[in-house]
């Protein structure tokens, strides 16, 4: 059995929650807010306002406020999990792993500022009740050695170990999380060619952007920000995706604008080059197009084949960056920032309500 | 009275000249009954040198104690328990300093070669650890790491990632040899330009490939290396094995020397802590301590026969201040152990009070008895406690003394189990000698609460002779624990009886008039306090404050009087549903039917209840001692005796709180 057997109920559930999606108004009224208590308010009478219902408007801070909105994910992530079919399960836990992989790079950063488990639990994504990691007790350990090995049973641990070694040569956490980011979506890869066909059609565009857009941002970063050779970004790529290809990742490594590559690559984006603006900046607006791509992507498995694994994986997609703007606004409104230093940077489209 | 109050002590001040010093120590400590006191703030010499000289020797000892305990350690000896016997006082450790100084030298090189064998044993094991996965390759280690022109790297790299790192390399000829192997990872040799060493060694990492990395002076095919190291680690732990064994003879060759030393520094270094202790008068040493008043003469005469120098002062606890506080020297029978033990969690008895332990082992058993009457629970619960105390089970030996308090208590529960007509919670085996719990409630309360005023008028009385003992007669006699109290709590009791009862013999103005009185002597008491002492104003604060405080006291006091008296109930209620719990398992036995199961239930009910109500009964009853009993006799707050004791262990044992 495949098709709307297998896929009936979570459809209808995921179809109810994407209904609760904030609409373009709800973002606008947002926007328009001046300060956190007033956000929070606004929130307060949307879906989220069963993750804020016990939060004291006034003393929430823009750290503890974006953690309470996280709660969202693993909650939906479960209602979905229920429904699913069983031998696309391990995929789709595999995929939710995402957290676990932003959790393990904050505990690891966490310990290595010195900071304790009150500091780093609200900058963690919120997972701890389905995690198979001991978060806590890595934060109080101190040391990345000791951290490492409490992750002893777990999924990353035979990798973490093997670089516990290159951290304590080089004192640098960078091959530590490369590695994490690498070994988590390799792990998606191998996984999603073992899906059954259906599936496997309707997830792979999705994946296939989402680790496009990673090895030009990685490679494009890496000559920028660490200053890697060509050689080194080749090994913390993935190159699996097919529109940006291994000649592109050298030219960006060699410092060609990846604004240029990936107007090469996806023609249809037509991204203005805005040599006005520095590098890391370029990057960022970059990173929020090749966002809206998937984002794109996901809303279209919705009408291509919605009974299939893609809609389950397009709906936490979108969740994620649903959240991802309202952490962004958090953030902005904390600052005072106007609109205009940060609307460029939020993956949903205000003016067209898309 | 010994049972009930401390061994009389006398204080006694001895003064004696430095050369009598070492002496008179070696006999006090030997002794087993002098309890000495730090007097070492006292001291008025001009030129205090000696005790420079004491330090040094202190110091000396210390360093030497730890000396003697590392290698005892080092050489795996057992710390010895011995007597004292044939111990004699270094008075001068340079004198074994160099012998011990030697012999812990030779030992902490034959540790520090042992240690460096190990080491080197983990570091050729670890090496063979690194090569075993590459020993079938052909490969000679020495001739890849030494090309003129060619630069390798031999290592292990994650299997997935090599397809990734070829491409990586795509710039550079250069050759990469792979061979799979478990957990996901490769084995990996590349070979590039010499001239590339940094760019190889940088994509190399990047690839997270880990390089096996060899001390230079390994060399030779791969085969022969794994080969030769694990010679050469079986080589080093024959080694090893020569060491320790060179080492065990050391140990056995020196075992009683070291042994002895060590007794002797550390019965030398205690000796210096008891002179540490003494007082310094301008020509002489004195020191102060407390001897058991029957001991006294024994001490005197022994002391006059050290040297006709020594003087000593003897003051008996009668005419000395009453700052100063006497140790505490309660012996009791070892059947009272335990009961000594739970007084002495509650406090350590006073030296002017009575100690309550002979009491409290009347009292516990009794209200336990009461509450747990059961001929058969209380059998068991007095074999236990019996099996307990004869100390037959190891684990239990600790527990010994709370033994013979568990048999007490099963012994009263019999008692009562009698009085009740209960057997293992059957009510119909016996007939109920006196009451029956579950048939007349109503009864067995009133009964233990007039057991519970009892009780309560006992702790007043006991107050009211420690107020004598102390010679607080204002106390004694107006306080609300003296003669007052005593009479407004019986008066109280008095008019509650005249007016239930028909026939009372005591009319109720006079028991009125008893409590009046009683409750003013009680309001005065303070005045009065102030005015035996001489102290001024007579009402403190003011007549209306003194008034306000005084009639609150009053009023707390009668509401715990209240309260207290009863607390007792729970002895009846406690009595009833312990009946009831039986009746329980009865019925449950019943519902089994009448065959095997029926018994099961009886003997896992029986057992419950005494493990788990036995447990409630007893902290129950322990409530009711300390909280309502001892509340108000017992201050406590004594100094337990403890006298110097170096003839029988090492131990030197020093005044505790």
Known sequence: ?354 | MPLFQPEKMVRVEIDFPDRLRMEVTKVISSLGYFQIEDMSMMDLRKKPSDDQKTTVIQTKLTNLETLLTALQAKLGLQSSRETEKGLELIEDPPIIEGEIGSLSEQVENLSAKIEATRQAIESKKATLKLLLPFKDLPYDLGAIRNRRYLYSILGTMPTNRIERFRSSLAQIPYVLLEEPRANNRSQVLLLGPRNQRDFLILTARSAYLDPLEIDESEHGLLADMTSNLAVKVDELEKELKNLETERKQLSGSNAEKITDWLRQVQYSSKIYDIIGKYGHLRNSNFMVGWVPAKRKAEFLDLLHSLDPDILETVEDTSEMEDELTPPVSSEVPFQLRGFQKLVNTYSTPGYKELDPTLLLSITFPLLFGTMFGDLGQGAVLALLGLVIASKKIKPLRRLSPLGWVISACGLVSMVFGVLYGSVFGFEDLLPAVWISPLHDILRLLIITIAGGAVILSLANILGIVNAAIRKDWVGMIFGGKGIAGLLLYWSLIGIVLNATMANFPIPKAVLVAIAVAAVLMIIASEAVHHLAEGKRPIFKGGFLLYFITAFFELFEMLISYLSNSLSYVRVGAFAVAHAGLSQVVMILASMVGKGIGYWIVIVLGNLFIIGFEGMIVSIQTLRLEYYEFFSKFFRGGGVRYQPLSLSGNTEIRSKTK
């Open chain 1, 1 to 354: 059995m495949s098709g709307a057997g297998d896929y009936g109920v979570v459809n209808v559930r995921i179809r109810a929650a994407k209904a609760q999606f904030l609409t373009s108004a709800q973002y606008q009224r947002l926007m328009q807010c001046a300060d956190l208590a007033c956000l929070a308010a606004h929130l307060k009478e949307t879906v989220y306002q069963s993750c804020l219902d016990d939060a004291e408007t006034r003393t929430l801070t823009p750290r503890k406020f974006a953690w309470k909105l996280r709660q969202r994910i693993p909650e939906k992530f479960h209602l979905i999990h229920s429904h699913l079919p069983e031998r696309v399960q391990p995929f789709y836990n595999c995929f939710f792993q995402y957290y676990d992989v932003l959790a393990l790079k904050t505990v690891l950063r966490g310990i290595r500022h010195g900071d304790s488990w009150e500091t780093v639990r609200f900058l963690m994504p919120t997972l701890e009740a389905e995690t198979l990691f001991p978060y806590e007790k890595m934060v109080e350990s101190s040391s990345i050695e000791k951290a490492i090995a409490l992750t002893k049973g777990t999924p990353f641990h035979e990798m973490l170990s093997q670089g516990s070694a290159t951290y304590k040569n080089e004192q640098s956490l960078f091959p530590l999380e490369v590695n994490l980011d690498l070994n988590y979506w390799r792990q998606v890869w191998e996984k999603l060619a073992r899906l059954p066909e259906n599936d496997q059609k309707t997830v792979a565009p999705i994946i296939n952007a989402i680790i496009e857009r990673n090895d030009l941002l990685w490679a494009a970063r890496y000559r920028y920000f660490f200053n890697l050779t060509e050689s080194e970004i080749i090994n913390y790529t993935l190159g699996l995706g097919r529109k940006i290809t291994d000649r592109q990742i050298r030219q960006a490594a060699a410092g060609r604008s990846a604004v240029e590559i990936a107007n090469e690559a996806y023609p249809e984006l037509a991204l203005e080059n805005k040599s006005t603006l520095g590098t890391g900046e370029q990057l960022s607006f970059l990173e929020a197009a090749l966002t809206r791509r998937i984002k794109r992507l996901c809303e279209l498995t919705f009408g291509k084949q919605p009974f299939s694994l893609g809609t389950s994986i397009a709906y936490l997609l979108l969740l994620e960056y649903e959240i991802q703007d309202l952490i962004i606004l958090i953030e902005a409104k904390a600052a005072g920032f106007p609109k205009e230093r940060f609307e460029p940077y939020l993956i949903h489209s205000i003016q067209s309500g898309k």
